[in-house]
């Protein structure tokens, strides 16, 4: 069974930085892109970038080119999310999805982490 | 940068035909997805490939595309249906969504 399952909620202070993770199994980790979605609350979903963990080809969409930092380790079957300086305006649910493939369809989903940026 | 169109809302009774539209510039020329969102949970993939539903979706959900417009159909919309739906397409090398629909079985 494709699962994806993704870290606990994270509540943190502006400024500070954050890695969230999202860990495959059940399908071959390396040979499908991982995506990430940003849902901010009471708001749409919106691609952040996608991931190639075979070989961390990374793709990411304009709005957050330099925003946030994707990667995968393919040894431990998990990909990543991060933040360097977080900003109130962080605060969503992040998803992370298997494309099946290759066409940016993404098939499996994990169940989110609620990222809650706060002072 | 690219953009999908969707309507914010759409009603339909029980039973009856839902319909939720999709436009995008040069649509027609890539690949569409739909998903499902109820409140609280993860989307679902509902429609890939313009009109292929994944193994466990009903056979009520259907894909299919005209020019630069995508729809996704709901025949016999059950209560259970009512949720966000959002479609999907990408630019670029990238993803890119529509801003979504509500559908609201009423």
């Known amino acids: 069974e494709v699962q994806l399952v993704q870290s606990g909620a994270e509540v943190k202070k502006p400024g500070e930085s954050l890695k969230i993770s999202c860990k495959g199994s059940?399908?071959?980790?390396?040979?499908?892109?991982i995506g990430w979605v940003r849902q901010m609350p009471g708001k749409g979903l919106e691609w952040m970038g996608i991931i190639y963990p075979g070989d961390s080809d990374t793709r990411y969409s304009p709005s957050f080119q330099g925003q946030v930092t994707i990667s995968a380790d393919k040894s431990i079957s998990t990909a990543y999310l991060q933040w360097s300086s977080l900003k109130a305006s962080d605060t969503a649910m992040y998803y992370c999805a298997r494309d099946r493939d290759g066409y940016f369809q993404l098939d499996y989903w994990g169940q989110g982490t609620l990222v809650t940026v706060s002072s | 940068s690219y953009e999908l169109t969707q309507p914010p809302s759409v009603s339909v009774s029980p039973g009856q035909t839902a319909s939720i539209s999709c436009f995008g510039d040069?649509?027609?020329?890539?690949?569409v997805c739909w998903y499902q969102q109820k409140p609280g949970q993860s989307p679902v993939l509902v429609i890939y490939q313009d009109n292929k539903r994944p193994s466990g979706i009903p056979e009520r959900f259907s894909g299919s595309k005209s020019g630069n417009t995508a729809t996704l159909t709901i025949s016999g919309t059950q209560a259970m249906d009512e949720a966000d739906y959002y479609c999907q397409s990408w630019d670029s090398s990238t993803g890119v969504f529509g801003g979504g629909t509500k559908l609201t079985v009423l």
């Open positions: 040069k649509l027609g020329d890539k690949y």
């Open positions: 059940g399908y071959s980790f390396n040979s499908y892109w």
